[in-house]
């Protein structure tokens, strides 16, 4: 008799929305996000729905989508932490939702199953969904157009093109025109492998394109009257910048050949190959042992069940790790593919050394979980004991229902998810709160919020002050470091700065009084020295805000 696991996938799928939905409220310990917000709050303060701005300056560096979600957002519930990441969180649920209809479609439903376990569970998809930015949006986007194109493939459908076209034109949207390498690149790795290249030059395709073209036009015609209307503006230090020719070239190709206004002079063509060991866990290794199998059963000519994941995967993997332009969270977008193809690896009777391969995989990940979070909790000690002591009791819980009610390999497949679980839950509800409470950005914004500094006029001695920028309840002015000594403010006023902008002044034997100090983590990654209580103040500073 076959057995029904169902139940426990959805248990586990429950505890995985749960714990992807924890960090819902958290206060922001990146920039990024913080640079986000700001500008969805400046377009619903400004009554502005086309430019973006920051610090009152104009900005150019992503497209208009997930600004738009967020001051939608904003308008809906008002201007909030959650408010700000609850677009980023439906577009993560609507990236499950393709995801498991894509897989049941080729594979079935129980790897359906597996598949949006992965994709729930997959480290850095719950770490950006917490620390938002634009790759909870792109999952959704990429993986519902290969859904759609597939079905188109097969039949002709309204609904189908005009849901592909859209679904891609709003992934452009989002990162720009180089997210199409992975969705068209997916239908042109189907087409050649099934030996069916002819129909790349049907008509469907081609209504597809212009279609996908249409819906773009929102974008185009943002950045037309922000930068192309107005040639005298400074963008990039230089006039005569285009919006449209950096939307369509600088910011993703221009990127990937080192060329335009933003440039990295390094880069590592491995960078991926062992950043997904961690960004991936604890899946990254089977993954890995299925892209070898998919490639070797090519090259032998087995078919697969389908080619549109592992071609749109693969391709666009490739192409990260040739660009210099490398961020772990950039394969997030991938990450539903990567899910399809992984999972019926996870479920598959395999050869004698792949069985091997997948439960040592397995194995290695869930120890290696659960230890790192009980060295952190016994290093750090962080406090919210009462949530750790919870988590501990709800993985201990399911552990024991998963060993009892399942056989291997699905039992072992299953433990990892619960680790993962365990790990992120403790990460989103105590660790991360101990991060925040060293963030002096968001503890001088709640100073300068105080009824006594109404009347100041606020400014930044950096760009990159985005969460200090979010969190003042009024708006933030940009004032060079080189400009400080001789800018004459609107009185009374105050500058946020950080250490090494105060240490500045000082070289330059600037005029300032400080206000108030705070307490500060500086860094963005985590320091074994500031997880470690006994040395966490050797890794702290402090910011200030100082008055002229």
């Not at 929305?17 to 922001?28: A, E, R």
């Not at 939608?72 to 959650?82: A, C, D, E, H, Q």
């Not at 949006?137 to 005009?162: C, K, N, P, W």
């Not at 100073?447 to 500094?453: A, R, T």
């Amino acid at each position: 008799m076959k057995e029904n696991r169902s139940p426990l996938y959805l248990l586990l799928f429950v505890l995985a929305l749960v714990v992807n939905f924890s960090g819902v409220n958290l206060g922001f310990f990146t920039d990024d996000p913080g640079l986000y917000a700001s500008i969805s709050k400046n377009l619903l303060s400004s009554k502005e729905f086309w430019e973006l701005f920051t610090y009152n300056q104009d900005w150019l560096d992503k497209p208009h989508l997930p600004f738009w979600a967020v001051m939608v957002s904003f308008k809906l519930f008002g201007i909030s932490i959650w408010a700000y990441r609850l677009p980023a969180l439906l577009f993560f649920l609507l990236s499950l939702l393709y995801t498991w209809l894509f897989t049941k479609k080729h594979y079935g439903k129980e790897i359906a199953w597996i598949a949006i376990l992965i994709l729930a569970t997959a480290q850095h998809v719950v770490m950006s969904n917490t620390d938002v930015r634009a790759e909870p949006y792109l999952m959704a986007l990429v993986i519902g157009s290969i859904y759609h194109i597939s079905r188109l493939q097969e039949r002709f459908t309204f609904a189908d093109i005009i849901l592909a076209a859209l679904l891609t034109a709003c992934a452009v949207m989002t990162k720009g025109i180089f997210v199409i390498v992975a969705i068209y690149g997916a239908l042109l790795g189907q087409l050649i492998f099934q030996g069916k290249l002819r129909q790349a030059f049907q008509w469907k395709w081609l209504l597809l394109f212009l279609l996908t073209g249409v819906f773009i036009l929102p974008e185009i015609y943002a950045l037309y009257i922000q930068f192309d209307l107005h040639p005298e503006k400074t963008v990039f230090h230089r006039h005569n910048v285009s919006g449209i020719q950096w939307f369509l070239w600088d910011s993703q190709f221009g990127r990937f050949v080192n060329k335009g206004a933003i440039t990295r002079q390094s880069g590592d063509i491995f960078f991926y190959v062992h950043t997904l060991l961690w960004a991936f866990a604890p899946w990254c290794l089977v993954f890995y042992y299925a892209v070898f199998e998919n490639i070797k059963g090519i090259l032998q000519k087995r078919p697969l069940a389908e080619y549109y994941t592992l071609s749109g995967a693969v391709l666009l993997l490739v192409l990260f790790s040739l660009s210099r332009f490398q961020l772990p969270f950039y394969t997030n977008t991938i990450f539903p593919l990567f899910a399809v193809v992984t999972a019926p690896s996870c479920y598959n009777q395999l050869s004698r050394v792949g069985t091997w391969f997948r439960q040592i995989s397995f194995w290695v990940y869930t120890i290696l979980l659960l230890l790192a979070i009980l060295a952190v909790q016994y290093f750090s000690a962080p406090g919210h004991i009462a949530y750790f002591i919870a988590d501990l009791i709800a993985f201990a819980g399911a552990a024991v229902l998963i060993v009892r009610q399942t056989g291997t390999p699905i039992k072992l497949f299953l433990l990892a998810c619960a680790a993962s679980l365990f790990a992120n839950f403790y990460l989103n509800t105590v660790f991360y709160k101990l991060v925040i409470s060293y963030r002096g950005q968001i503890k001088a914004a709640g100073y300068v919020n105080q009824p006594p500094f109404a009347r100041y006029h606020l400014y930044s001695l950096r760009t990159e002050n985005n969460v200090f920028q979010f969190y003042s309840k009024r708006p933030i002015d940009y004032v060079p470091l080189d400009s400080f000594k001789t800018f004459k403010p609107i009185e009374p006023s105050a500058f946020y700065v950080n250490k090494r902008s105060l240490d500045s002044l000082k070289i330059l034997h600037a005029d300032f009084k400080v206000i108030k100090a705070f307490q500060n983590y500086p860094q963005e990654n985590i320091l074994p020295a500031f997880i470690d209580k006994k040395t966490r103040n050797t890794t702290l500073d402090s910011v200030y805000l100082v008055t002229k």
